[in-house]
């Protein structure tokens, strides 16, 4: 189910890394002829799935083009937007970048999609706040969305670490302050944009996207 707030939606979306040329031929290998492709692509990608009226929250490292060209970018997409500040978003400390486009920008944050919480932060949150929390039905009531990683040896490393963690077990107090046994809740997405095919996903949609990508 993806959240709606009346006509509204909220999408989340890590490291676009608009203008970043290497990203094209080395680590990402994103297969783009140039940098305007590239651009150009997760622009309309962008626009087709997010309305005006829409929210995308981006989990940094949203582009390596200078405060100039990143206005530039900002301008043609759609949405109300907030950003979590990533290492690479370095045009975010020029002067003569104007900030005004993002309703705020932040290091970390905590939002409620459809009463669930979500985490948010550039870097993967290993132990997240709210972790460990379920509904009567056992749902998570927690997410943690993270970026910075890309399709890496170390989103790897933290996909083996969710697995030991989910079928890991301990004591912990039930909802009737009995002391139960539980597996451990690990409920982190990793919002890269590749992963995605560059548009910008509900939450909804980022769970499903990972339940699918990881049973391949």
């Known amino acids: 189910m993806t959240m709606k707030r009346g006509n509204?939606?909220?999408?989340?979306?890590?490291?676009?890394?608009?203008f970043h040329e290497n990203l094209i031929h080395r680590m990402d290998n994103r297969g783009f002829s140039s940098v305007e492709e590239m651009n150009a692509y997760m622009i309309e990608k962008w626009n087709n799935k997010v309305n005006k009226n829409d929210e995308v929250v981006?989990?940094?490292?949203?582009?390596?083009?200078k405060p100039e060209q990143t206005q530039e970018i900002l301008s043609q997409l759609n949405g109300t937007l907030y950003m979590i500040r990533g290492?690479?978003?370095?045009?975010?400390?020029?002067?003569?970048?104007?900030?005004?486009?993002?309703v705020w920008v932040k290091d970390y944050a905590e939002i409620y999609d459809n009463k669930r919480k979500v985490v948010l932060c550039h870097y993967p949150v290993m132990c997240y706040n709210g972790q460990y929390r379920l509904d009567k039905k056992g749902n998570p009531k927690t997410?943690?969305?993270y970026g910075h990683v890309h399709d890496t040896f170390d989103q790897r490393l933290l996909e083996q670490f969710q697995e030991i963690t989910v079928n890991s077990k301990r004591m912990t107090l039930g909802a009737n302050d009995e002391i139960v046994e539980m597996n451990i809740p690990c409920n982190m997405i990793n919002c890269f944009?590749?992963?995605?095919?560059?548009?910008?996903l509900s939450l909804d949609e980022?769970?499903?996207?990972?339940?699918?990508?990881?049973?391949k």
């Not at 509204?8 to 608009?18: G, P, S, T, W």
């Not at 944009?193 to 910008?200: F, H, I, L």
């Open 193 to 200: 944009c590749m992963y995605s095919d560059y548009e910008p």
């Open 8 to 18: 509204k939606v909220r999408y989340y979306i890590a490291d676009c890394h608009f």
């Open 143 to 145: 997410y943690m969305l």
């Open 87 to 102: 290492n690479h978003d370095h045009y975010l400390k020029s002067a003569k970048f104007d900030t005004s486009r993002f």
């Open 206 to 215: 980022w769970i499903r996207c990972q339940e699918k990508r990881l049973k």
């Open 58 to 65: 981006i989990l940094g490292d949203f582009s390596w083009g």
